[in-house]
């Protein structure tokens, strides 16, 4: 089974870009998490979706964050325009719904970005 | 607030020797509790889980953990650790404050020496 597939890798880009992070989930899961990661502040939740539709996204920093999941088999994470303090690396992960909740997290390998 | 703390920012053991990484939460009732491990430039893997039942739980890789509620941890063990288990290591937990969601700790960097 494919697991969660994250594009792209690696983006570098400069500064007032846009940087659209792309998502495919497990087929199957509920729900969907969108986490950055960094050096100073760890993994941080940005925000997750249960069956397409936004639960929380009281991780997102500023507006010029903005997330979708248009189908259970795609979502994006937008930044736009981009600063150099969004550098870090993006996971997306999917989980089955377990009593209510969240079950095992399953990872893609993550988009690292870099913005200059 | 629910909130998972890893008092030890990084570790370093000697191969062979045994581990014990830290993990303690604050939840108000009876938690869904996970370790995963990451690898340098990999995304996290799951290595156990606790929901219920016994509270001595065994994962991957020759890990276990045990649940202790009245000391609010979940310490992650294992009894002779390898040069390949060098990675850093969260401790999560399902919270139900707003939603549920899964909350991590800011992890514990193992280091292994030979």
């Known amino acids: 089974d494919a697991g969660v597939i994250q594009s792209p890798r690696h983006e570098v880009t400069e500064m007032g870009q846009e940087v659209t992070l792309r998502c495919k989930p497990i087929s199957g899961h509920d729900y969907l998490f969108w986490y950055r990661q960094t050096m100073m502040r760890g993994l941080e939740l940005l925000i997750y979706f249960n069956n397409n539709v936004p639960i929380d996204d009281s991780g997102m920093p500023e507006d010029r964050f903005s997330a979708k999941m248009p189908n259970a088999s795609f979502s994006t994470l937008k930044i736009q325009p981009s600063e150099p303090r969004d550098s870090a690396v993006y996971f997306c992960?999917?989980?089955?719904?377990?009593?209510?909740?969240?079950?095992?997290?399953?990872f893609g390998e993550g988009s690292r970005l870099t913005v200059l | 607030a629910q909130s998972v703390t890893q008092p030890d920012i990084h570790i370093t053991v000697s191969e062979g020797a045994s581990l014990e990484l830290r993990c303690n939460y604050s939840y108000g009732a009876t938690p869904y509790l996970f370790w995963y491990v990451q690898s340098p430039g990999q995304g996290l893997q799951l290595l156990l889980k606790y929901f219920s039942g016994d509270t001595l739980v065994q994962g991957i890789k020759g890990f276990e953990a045990e649940f202790k509620r009245s000391q609010s941890s979940f310490n992650l063990r294992k009894p002779s650790v390898h040069w390949s288990d060098a990675a850093e290591y969260f401790c999560a937990v399902v919270s139900n404050t707003g939603g549920f969601k899964t909350i991590f700790g800011a992890g514990t960097r193992l280091f292994v020496k030979a």
């Open positions: 992960a999917s989980s089955l719904a377990l009593a209510g909740g969240p079950g095992e997290l399953f």
